[in-house]
């Protein structure tokens, strides 16, 4: 399953238009989500799928929530009924409204769908034009970028290369994790953005094996990574969650990492939205020749090396002194296996 976000007017229909021409999507069921009555973005999409249906005059993020996870169900149902042909990938379109949030944690642990799909990629459509005041000024904008795997910037050929050289800045240090891609680069390789392995495989970090990018777009938005060779143990890396989400959850955007777990061959994924963490996941194979972890975290309104030295002590070393970790309930994956 994949997701496409964007502000209103960001050209995600255009993008959509795009992946949609593309050869072999005959077999992807298309879900639009318009704010308003009357459905425009359904009737521009062109393609020779079947499958297109229209959620109209609500936001999934927030008044039809429950019927995306209905429709999703229904799809199902009446594939399997023969009343529509079957297909092997589902591609939602969101309203420009939207906050990924509580839509990707509906995807992930709704019942009775949760175990039949993989929210395989976030693509966020940024504006090229309105992009930097949008992230200053729209939350929902700013949640778009921070919980992207690839953020297509759209109308290159409106604007100068200092702006898009300032925009494109701006969404590495939002989210240095995400995949960026320039719309003028983009012509030919639609059907690139679509292979599965975005959500699941952080892009590997560069230079040092500690940054925190304490300067962004957002003075409170902040983020850090961190790249360890070594195996890394899986009760300490438990221990250093519920930690860090028992303590400043709220303040949390946004988790995503790979790690390399000592006594396990394949990769484990772990990832969280908001205050929420998922269950553990496997990849099949390592995306990158050398084995290792990579861990990213997004904070707000809490000082990103806070988090690097609490990994520090728990994961890598020491314990952090008692008093910072009385509290902890075990109520986020004390009891998760890998």
Known sequence: MFLITGALGSGKTTLLRQVMACPGMQDTALIINEFGAIGLDQMLVQSAIENILLMGDGCLCCSIRGDLIDTISGLFARAELGEIPSFGRIIIETTGLADPRQIIQDLVTARGISGRIRLAKVITAVDGVFGLSQLGQNDEVLQQVIHADLCMITKCDLIEGE??????????????????????????????????????????????????????????????????????????????????????????????????VAGQESPVVVQGVGAMIYPPARLDAWPWPARGSEIVVITRGLDARSVGRSFDAIVLGGQLPRAQRDGIDGRVLASSAV
């Open 163 to 260: 702006t898009l050289g300032l925009l494109t800045q701006a969404i590495s240090g939002l989210n240095p994790t995400a995949e960026i891609v320039r719309s003028h680069d983009f012509s030919g390789k639609a059907e690139g953005i679509l292979d599965d392995t975005g959500w699941q495989k952080p892009r590997r970090a560069s230079g040092s094996s500690f940054r925190c990018d304490a300067k962004s777009v957002h003075d409170a938005v902040q983020s850090w990574s961190v790249r360890h060779e070594a195996p890394l143990a899986w009760s300490k890396i438990l221990e250093w969650l519920d930690a860090l989400y028992s303590m400043r959850p709220a303040n949390i955007l946004r988790m995503k990492g790979i790690l390399q």
